[in-house]
Structures are given as C-alpha cells and as structure tokens.
C-alpha cells in the first residue's frame, strides 16, 4: 500500500496591511488673514457718500435739541420716546411694528431689483469695517506695507505701530458705545456723568458692551460676521432671479485669460492681474462666479475698471448686471415682484403717514372702580366711580375738560376740569350720576361715553365707550 506522500503546504500569502493614516479636520474653518487693497471709483465714492450720511445721522442727531430737549431720545425709564416733534408712548407700539415692517419690505424691494445693496453701502458692519480699514491704512500703510509688518517679527517699531491702531480703534468704539447709550439716558447729561465718574451700572455696562461689540465685529471679525453670522447670508439669493443686478464676470469677453497669451489661443481681456481678488473684503474671486459671500460691495468693480484703464480696454469687465443681459436676452426692470414689493411698501407708507397727520395727540383710558360698582347717593341718584387715565402727548401744557353722555341728564359729579404738563399723564377719579327714576332706568347696565377734549384745541377730543350700572 502506497503511503501517502508529505508535501510542504504553502503558506497563505496575506497582503501587506497598510497603516491607517489618521487626518485631523478642523471643526470650523481656520480664518484666513485678509488684506484689502485700497481703491477709487464711482462705487467707492457711493460707498464713503452712505458712510458719511449714515455716521453724521448717528452721531449728530443725539445732539440736536428740540424744544428744550433732546430731538431723539427714547427714554425707557419714564416710557416716552421722543422723535424730533412727535412724543411716543408704549400705546404707539403699533408704529414700531410698521416700522419694522416698511424695513423688512424695503430689504426685500432692493434686493429684488439690485441684489445686497443695503449689505454693500449702509449696513452698519460694512459702514464701520470701511472706517477701521481707513485707520488701519493710514496708519500702516498700504495692502503691501500691512503684510511685511505682520510677517515680521515683533519689534519696538511694529509694537507702537499697532498700538497706535488699537488705540484709535478703541477710541471710535468706545465713541460709538456712548452715542448709543446717548439715545436712551440724555446724551448731555451722560456726558458729564462720564467726566464726573458718576455712571450708574446700566450706562456703563452697554458702553462697554457696545464700544467692544463695535471693536471686535469691525477691527477683527470682519468678514466673519457677513460670512458666518448674517443670516442674510444664506436666505438672498431666495429673492434673486434672473433680471436681478447683481455683479457680475464677463466670461464671455474675459477668458481665456492674458496668461494664456502665446499658447495657441487668443487671450481675453481678463489680464489675470488678480486685483479683482486683492481688493475685495472678503476675498474671494468674483471671476467664480456669485458666491453668498459676495456683499455687493462694487470694489471689483472699481478695481478691474481702473486696470482695463490701463490697458486700453473698455471697462465693464466686471459690472452690475443681470443673468439675462449676460446670455443676450432683455431684462425686466419691472416685474411681479418688484411691482408686489412696490405697491404693498407704498400703501404702508402712505397708511403711516396718513395715521401719524390725522393723530390725536390725546390718550384717554377708561377704568371702573371696582371697589365701588354702583351706590345710590343723596336726592336718589346712583353713581359709578371711574377712573380716567388722561395722556399728554403734546409738548405744550393742557386744560381738558371731561364730559360724559348716552342716558338722560346723565352729568360728571366731581371736578370735570384737569390740567397736564407736557408730555404727561394723570389718573383722575371720576364720579358719574344718574337720576334713574325720572330716567326710568331697570336695574342693568347701560352703555355711556365719556368725552375728553382740550380748551382752545378742537382737534384733540377722545371719546372712549364705557358702561353705567343700575341697581
């Protein structure tokens, strides 16, 4: 019998295992240093025109002064917000909400016809951004001047450089800060509050706030803010379409590239110069395409303008216009939308104008005393007790006189005659009698109205519907 023969069995040839390469992603991107290159134009002029108009309405209004008082102050603690002439009370909320409103509808208006319009030229961290690269550039330099000193190494020069910057920085801030407060305790004597080191806890904290709010959003967030912490951001382009302006690449006239100039293919007019890029504050590259980064800003505009200047090329290589225009077609200025937007945004403002003319400058409120529903008093009249909060809101002292009707020699028992200081208020008890037998008045309760009117003003009468009980 054969026996078996004993064969070495190969061994099994296992592939070689590869080490696992582990790769560290950071949770956010790393913030990228931005050095905008400073430029002039039609849409830089525009830009510093909105800075100027927005900053002498913010830091000059709280200084006007209007009938002895400051022309804008809202001030909180006694309920009453001032607006050159015109006193709101808490009861005016109705006006805060259309403004809002008319803002909202006006964002939605601009965006529609001409994209980020408020983003590129009034918005208040576009405005400030503006201002702080405008210090930095004076006091280090230009694009190129700025980059060698944050490359170099510290040393006693760039040390007073940037010391110099912060402190200007800190310095508008902390000015914005106390403007602001300005608009809420009375700016003057916020002011000597300050010099005498006497600010109370609330004043001092939102200066604070946001003077530091101010100085970090605009000295170093920047961008951060548009990119990452505006929601308008993310939500614009749903008010975009096709006949919308916006700033746009001409890739049809720019490409190929000047670069390419020599290699077989004729260049375009783009000459690759990458100023488009260096001077837009959020760095990207419009040549892309529209990114939600994009402000609106018009910078690339003026740049790439004043380099096809120089090259003996038309400009409008970069340019605001619309999706159509670009693939040939016409564009549509007034739309549905546009319209929609237009005529809603003007009955609003009309409606508002309209409320605020025919406005009584009077507030009359009704209460019943409920402590004393109805008693029958000397010759067999009953009385209800009410109380009559009688509003102000002229800056000129009033005499009004109460007056109540709606039943049969209905009549005010106590003093019908009150007078109120300027922008001010009382609650005036109020006693009404009725003679309910010769008024044949059953046991219930009867409505009744109670007229408010000032002497020598005949438009400013209330007459505010209340209810008389029989017993």
């Known amino acids: ?32 240093a931005i050095y905008p290159r400073a430029v002039r134009g039609l849409f830089a002029r525009w830009r510093w025109a909105m800075v100027w108009a927005t900053q002498l309405v913010f830091y000059g209004s709280a200084w006007l002064q209007w009938n002895g008082r400051q022309a804008v102050l809202f001030d909180i603690a006694h309920r009453k917000f001032y607006i ?9 909320i109705i006006y805060l909400t259309v403004l809002l409103i008319v803002s909202a509808l006006s964002l939605f208006l601009f965006t529609a016809v001409a994209g980020r319009l408020w983003c590129g030229y009034a918005c208040p961290q576009t405005v400030y951004t503006e201002i702080f690269m405008w210090i930095e550039r004076k006091v280090e330099g230009d694009r190129n001047a700025r980059m060698r000193l944050d490359k170099g190494s510290l040393t006693l020069k760039k040390f007073l450089v940037k010391a110099e910057k912060h402190g200007l920085w800190i310095g508008l801030a902390l000015w914005t800060g106390f403007t602001f407060v300005g608009y ?3 700016i003057r004597e916020l002011g000597g509050e300050i010099l005498a080191l006497r600010t109370g806890p609330w004043e001092t904290f939102w200066i604070l706030f946001y003077g530091f709010a101010t100085y970090g959003n605009a000295g170093w967030m920047r961008e951060q803010v548009c990119t990452y912490m505006c929601p308008y951001a993310r939500f614009q382009s749903a008010m975009f379409d096709k006949d919308t302006l916006i700033i746009t690449y001409d890739k049809a006239r720019g490409e190929p590239r000047g670069k390419n100039a020599g290699k077989g293919a004729a260049a375009g007019d783009c000459v690759d110069c990458s100023i488009c890029v260096q001077v837009c504050p959020t760095g990207i590259d419009i040549r892309n395409g529209l990114q939600y980064q994009c402000i609106g800003c018009a910078a690339c505009i003026d740049g790439c303008d004043q380099v096809m200047e120089k090259v003996g090329k038309p400009k409008g290589l970069i340019r605001y216009s619309t999706t159509h225009a670009l693939e040939g077609g016409p564009t549509k200025v007034l739309r549905p939308r546009v319209l929609i937007y237009s005529a809603i945004l003007l009955l609003i403002v009309a409606a508002a104008a309209v409320s605020l003319y025919l406005r009584v400058p009077l507030k009359v409120d009704v209460i019943r005393d409920r402590a004393a529903i109805a008693r029958e008093v000397e010759g067999g009249e009953i009385e209800n007790v009410y109380r009559l909060q009688i509003i102000n809101t002229t800056e000129a002292p009033r005499t009004y006189r109460i007056g109540v009707e709606g039943l049969q020699d209905i009549h005010v028992a106590s003093d019908d005659r009150v007078e109120l200081e300027s922008a001010s208020g009382r609650l005036v008890p109020t006693r009404v009698r009725v003679d309910a037998g010769r008024a044949r008045l059953q046991p219930g309760s ?3 109205y109670f ?18 009980i029989v017993r």
């Open 451 to 468: 007229t408010v009117r000032a002497e020598g003003e005949e438009r400013e009468r209330v007459r505010e519907k209340s209810i008389f």
């Open 1 to 32: 019998m054969a026996q078996p023969s004993l064969r070495p069995v190969p061994q099994q040839q296992h592939p070689q295992v590869q080490p696992v390469e582990f790769v560290e992603q950071a949770l956010y991107e790393v913030r990228r």
């Open 84 to 92: 050159l002439g015109l006193v709101f009370w808490p009861q005016d």
């Open 184 to 186: 809420f305790t009375p």
């Open 446 to 448: 009867y409505t009744i």
